[in-house]
């Protein structure tokens, strides 16, 4: 994914770690570039599941969104990935995914499910992801130490 990087800031042996995460970071240009629709890609780490007709929109955490086709449910067919950078939550009301890209909601537009449709977002909604072992992110990974205009979008073990 374009613009995003995994942060040497500090190493885990540092006095103030908190944390044995290291943040993936994302200029907030990429950040507002990220959401794509792709092929579809195996699901390695599920979060939230939704269910529309027989459709299936499950979330990978810090990734995206999958779609699949549930018709038969002994076999469900895997259709799409939407590249949410940093999503961790995400909803489906109507024809319409919310889901959080980070730090910001976007808004996705699932009428042809087949042809997602990405339509805008609102910036600065949401709180930056914690890692997943804290519940505040450490002092060394606070904005003002880490590069200029970067956002956290998700966490790798050290």
Request: charged share 20%.
């Amino acid at each position: 994914m374009g613009g995003c990087t995994s942060t040497d800031i500090n190493s885990p042996t540092d006095n103030n770690k908190g944390t044995e995460y290291k943040p993936v970071l994302m200029t907030r240009t990429a950040l507002e570039n990220s959401v794509t629709i792709q092929p579809a890609r195996i699901l390695s780490q599920a979060g939230k599941i939704y269910m529309r007709d027989s459709m299936l929109f499950i979330s990978e955490k810090y990734k995206g969104i999958h779609i699949y086709d549930n018709k038969n449910p002994a076999s469900p067919v895997n259709l799409i990935f939407i590249s949410v950078p940093g999503c961790v939550d995400m909803a489906v009301k109507g024809n319409m995914i919310y889901a959080d890209n980070a730090i910001d909601l976007v808004v996705i537009d699932i009428s042809n499910v087949l042809s997602p449709q990405y339509i805008r977002r609102i910036k600065d909604v949401f709180p930056e992801v914690l890692p997943p072992d804290a519940n505040t992110i450490p002092a060394q990974f606070q904005v003002d130490q880490r590069p200029a205009n970067t956002v956290i979008v998700g966490w790798e073990k050290y």
